[in-house]
Structure formats: C-alpha cells, structure tokens
C-alpha cells in the first residue's frame, strides 16, 4: 500500500527563472530579459496582497528562455511569460487570487525551445 503523499508545504509555490547565459547567446535568458526585477516585484505584491502559504522562489534555467522571462506556478504547474509588471499584476489578480489563468501569457506544450545541437 502507497503512503499518501504530504499535505502541500505551500499553497502557491512559484518560480522565476533567473538563468543567466552569456551576451550575445543564442537562445537568450531570462535574466537578460528583466526577470530578476520581475522577481522582486511579485515577491512585493505577494506580500502586500498577503497570499497565505504562497513563495516566489528564484529558479535555474526553467528551459523556456527563448519565452521568457518565464515563471511557472505550483501546484497546478502552469507557465506563463511575463515582461511588465503589469503582467505580473494580472497573473497575481487573475490566477493567484481568483484561480483563473492568463491565457495571452501563457506558455503551452506548443511553446518548446529548438532541440540541443
């Protein structure tokens, strides 16, 4: 018999790719792309809107750099590409506090980086 699993640690758990790749790189990254700023904006609203058992996490390469900046939330694992913080707002507003989603920023299973060479 399988042990069920533990209750969740959080609620909404979200990571932001923070990746770095040199200037100049093919497939770009996140960073370069303004999504330590992003970050730091959702962690700040989060906050101030008070998201019970909720984290913003910065994350490695998520391996959608060429979308990004990306960021995906869990439990549900959805991603999304945010570029403003008007962005982020509506996916705060939108799918954190009222369990919609985004679809104009989502990213989907159509949305895959070229393969390695």
């Known amino acids: 018999m399988t ?3 533990p209750p969740l640690f959080y609620k909404c758990h979200i990571f932001v790719c923070c990746n770095k790749r040199p200037d100049g790189h093919p497939r770009g990254s996140c960073a ?3 999504s330590e700023k992003l970050r730091d904006y959702m962690k700040a609203r ?3 809107l008070r ?3 909720s984290r913003v ?3 490695g390469c998520l391996e ?3 979308f990004g900046p990306a960021l995906v939330i869990y439990p549900e694992g ?3 590409q945010a570029r403003t913080n008007a962005d982020i707002d509506e996916i705060l507003d939108t799918h954190i506090l009222h369990g919609g989603r985004v679809a104009r920023l989502m ?3 159509h949305d895959v980086p070229p393969p390695k060479a």
Request: aromatic share 8%.
């Open 3 to 5: 042990e069920p699993d």
């Open 32 to 34: 370069a792309r303004g």
């Open 46 to 48: 989060m906050k101030e």
């Open 51 to 53: 998201v019970p058992q």
């Open 57 to 59: 996490n910065s994350a």
């Open 64 to 66: 959608r750099c060429e």
């Open 78 to 80: 959805v991603w999304y």
């Open 107 to 109: 990213l989907t299973e």
